[in-house]
């Protein structure tokens, strides 16, 4: 049998040992490190390897759960294949580390670095953990290792050495199947993964570049993957980025994802932010927010091992293909944990709109954009233009709303549709048709907004709503509301659901302690992967092409997403009442969830708590005469947004949007 792989620290961390160089294979017998590679020779015999089941016993985010065996393939093709592990490694004791002069022999090497760049990225600093250990594995050209840094094996050079790689090491699912990454070029090359699109400053539309290059990589790989196949793995959907491998053996069907770094670009979803550019790409960051991982592979794999560990301690999967799979994923797992021990909402089938007579164009419940021309008075000591928002707001309302599922009962009529609104804990949940009275007939704020979208000034609107706007109109006006009765609202008909609950709850607090976690630690990275998985997840919710799959289908909620946008839109409402009530301020503009202030210098209108869905400031910059003069000049609507756009740009790219944007 093969003698085990010495595991080794892949990166030294700052204030730490430096890593102990592997010993030379030929020191104990081995075959050439490039040849070793994490497979066994021809003859069968498995190599050995130190393996760690304490990586899979560290609580709750990082142990694999007998539900873990029964997820369902993610991303474009989808399966209800179950996934179970059909193959168990040979394990021996764990070998020692190297230590004697560990450190001279690995600056002699080379595997230290002579110095670390000037003021690196606070995240990049953060120890690596062990949870994703036994999940997931990375393989650069300089060989394959753990999330956590061990190296386990010389480099993967084939396609025969991959498989050998994936079987030998028997990956265990957690939220998503198994993933190998693969880092760097170099990698690639390796492997025949080898594209030329050409480059960006080739085309008027990186759009362009990316659809090529997306169909070169699909080329490649089905070019490429013949071996592979022939060991018994098969394709699930069309290569990509991701390549979503299955092998069955007897009864069990084993998942793998590998997961191909450098061609991440070459996918295109909104989560990644394309407006003709490179924007957010999962858990690897964003090359303009300047969350993405190192240039350098090693520093790359080392960081990607930090965020694929982070992920499964903190999140309690894997990152899935994009971060609404994520958003997903963590929803998948709380189900299965709630289906065996009969505790907690369960929801299985989708919550597709009801047919609606008369339904509104667009969103349900659309998020406001509005803007207004400053009057004199709004002028008046104003040295500040200040932009708040509700911080993690789409996150903060999912936690707390009660939401419907199971089959709607369709009530006709208005003395039935009235009284079914009448609920003893406000209007249970469902779809409301009602007329939205005109709005100048109210006593409403001038320098507000109509309180629902879809009012108009002049006269009255018949549409659908949700329970969260018949509540939020039937406020008090100095709440953000109008007032009204349940009768003023005119209920003719009406979608009312059987069954009811925060089934978003536990969801929305794994989510919060993470970001809080990141916020602490000043991990800007997962703290704009958090987001990403929550703003994702809740702007695919309305899409019901995300969920093709059976066991996917229960995600495909669009009325949940348009309570959650409502429910955010009232609470930006209110207060912005409590603003002009306390600090005789009015809104100039607001879009989605943020407002924008005409301010005197000292006045601060946000929030004082820490809470999720509280205001914080986004943007604070001086005015200056020339914004000024825009604002007190401007003739319309247009030449406001002109002027606040300009006073903003300095700081458009360094703002904290929290749910402004990907909601969609």
């Not at 207004?372 to 500040?384: F, I, K, M, T």
Request: net charge negative; charged share 25%; hydrophobic share 40%.
């Amino acid at each position: 049998m093969s003698s085990p792989w010495e595991q080794i620290p892949l990166f030294t961390l700052p204030d730490t040992t430096p890593a102990t160089p592997r010993e030379s294979a030929e020191k104990d017998g081995s075959p050439n490190a490039t040849d070793q590679a994490g497979v066994t020779d021809e003859a069968g015999s498995e190599p050995t390897v130190a393996t760690h089941p304490e990586f899979h016993g560290q609580g709750d985010a990082d142990s694999h759960e007998p539900g873990d065996a029964e997820l369902h393939q993610q991303g474009d093709a989808e399966s209800d294949e179950q996934v179970d592990v059909a193959e168990t490694p040979t394990s021996t004791e764990s070998p020692e580390l190297v230590s004697a002069d560990a450190e001279a022999n690995a600056e002699a090497d080379g595997d230290v670095a002579d110095g670390v760049a000037a003021d690196p990225p606070v995240w990049e600093a953060l120890p690596a953990g062990e949870a994703a250990d036994g999940h997931a594995l990375i393989v650069t050209a300089a060989g394959t290792y753990t999330p956590s840094g061990k190296e386990l094996t010389g480099p993967v050079d084939s396609l025969e050495k991959l498989d050998k790689l994936i079987r030998w090491a028997s990956l265990t699912p957690l939220g998503a199947p198994a993933q190998i990454w693969i880092v760097g070029l170099a990698a690639c090359e390796l492997l025949g993964w080898v594209i030329d699109p050409g480059s960006e400053d080739d085309v008027d539309d990186m759009e362009a570049l990316r659809t090529r290059a997306a169909a070169e990589l699909t080329a490649t790989l089905h070019a490429t993957l013949p071996p592979l196949l022939g060991a018994g793995w098969e394709l699930r959907g069309e290569p990509g980025h991701v390549v979503h491998l299955s092998r069955t053996i007897g009864n069990f069907t084993s998942m793998v994802d590998v997961v191909i770094e450098p061609y991440v670009w070459t996918y295109w979803n909104k989560d990644f932010g394309w407006h003709n550019r490179v924007g957010d790409m999962g858990v690897l960051g964003s090359p303009t927010a300047g969350t993405y991982l190192p240039d350098d592979d090693l520093p790359a794999a080392r960081e990607l091992g930090r965020r694929l560990a982070w992920c499964a301690q903190h999140l309690g999967v894997l990152p899935g293909p994009t971060p609404a799979r994520t958003g997903a994923a963590i929803i998948d797992k709380i189900k299965r944990e709630r289906t065996r021990s009969g505790k907690g909402i369960v929801v299985t089938t989708a919550g597709p709109v009801p047919p609606l007579d008369g339904a509104p164009r667009g969103d349900l419940e659309p998020a406001v954009g509005w803007t207004r021309v400053p009057q004199a008075s709004d002028l008046e000591d104003a040295y500040r233009l200040v932009s708040i928002d509700q911080r993690a707001a789409y996150l903060a309302s999912a936690g707390m709303l009660e939401l419907g599922y199971g089959q709607p009962t369709h009530v006709t009529g208005g003395s039935a549709a009235a009284a079914a609104a009448s609920g003893a804990k406000g209007t249970p949940f469902g779809l409301w048709r009602i007329t939205l009275p005109a709005g100048q007939t109210l006593s409403l704020p001038e320098k507000l907004p109509l309180p629902h979208p879809h009012m108009l000034a002049d006269q009255p609107v018949q549409t659908w709503v949700t329970s969260v706007s018949i509540d939020g109109l039937c406020a008090p006006v100095a709440d953000g509301g109008i007032g009204a009765d349940l009768d003023d609202l005119d209920i003719t008909e009406a979608w009312v659901y059987p069954q009811q609950g925060r089934v978003l709850d536990k969801w929305a607090k794994i989510l919060r302690e993470a970001r809080k976690t990141a916020v602490e630690t000043g991990d800007a990275a997962m703290k704009g992967f958090v987001g990403s998985c929550y703003k994702g997840y809740i702007g695919r919710m309305v899409n019901p092409d995300m969920w093709t799959a059976t066991r996917m289908q229960h995600h495909h909620q669009p009325l949940w997403r348009a309570s959650i946008i409502a429910h955010c839109r009232w609470r930006g409402r209110r207060v912005a009442m409590r603003i002009a009530r306390e600090h005789h301020r009015w809104p100039v503009r607001t879009v989605t969830d943020s407002w924008v202030y005409l301010l005197p210098n000292g006045q601060d209108i946000a929030d004082p708590s820490e809470a999720l869905g509280k205001m914080t400031v986004e943007k604070d910059v001086a005015l200056t005469d020339t914004v000024l003069d825009a604002v007190a000049s401007a003739a319309d609507v247009h030449e406001v947004n002109l002027a606040i756009k300009a006073a903003f740009t300095d700081h458009e790219d360094t703002a904290d949007d929290e749910d402004g944007e990907g909601v969609d």
